[in-house]
């Protein structure tokens, strides 16, 4: 009798991205909360980092780079509407719409700059 049915040594055991995911949330609202901007935006960078690694490792996009500059349109679009809802009605969402808006940009200028010049290595070369 096998001891270890249907494992290899050819399989990963366990992904990482889940502990970044369950982290990043929870560290930009505290940023959103305090009014820390950059740990805000820090947090959703690794939230939405860590999307981007899970797509890219379960075969949905080609490159996490792509995946990231995605991620970013759907940040932004979330910021702007936010930021337009702020000004409509004058309620606190400001901090939370600034924070997604850089979050976006950042993203985007990361998903694109690593699309054109990360090139990924093939191992043993």
Known sequence: M????????EYRMASPWPLFVALGLPIAEI?????????AVG???LFCGSIAGILRENGYVS???RGLAVLSAFVLA????????DSATA?????????????????????VGGDLF?????PGL
């Not at 096998?2 to 040594?9: I, R, T, V």
């Not at 940023?31 to 740990?39: C, D, K, N, T």
């Not at 979330?78 to 809802?85: E, I, T």
């Not at 990360?118 to 093939?122: I, K, L, S, V």
């Open 2 to 9: 096998d001891e270890n049915p249907g494992l290899s040594e």
């Open 78 to 85: 979330g910021g702007l509407a936010l930021w337009y809802a």
């Open 63 to 65: 490159s996490a780079w």
């Open 43 to 45: 947090g959703l960078l």
């Open 91 to 111: 309620s606190d969402l400001l901090i939370r719409a600034y924070s997604m808006i850089g979050t976006g940009v950042l993203m985007l200028l990361a998903g």
């Open 118 to 122: 990360a090139r990924d290595a093939e």
């Open 31 to 39: 940023g959103i909360l305090f009014g820390l901007v950059p740990l």
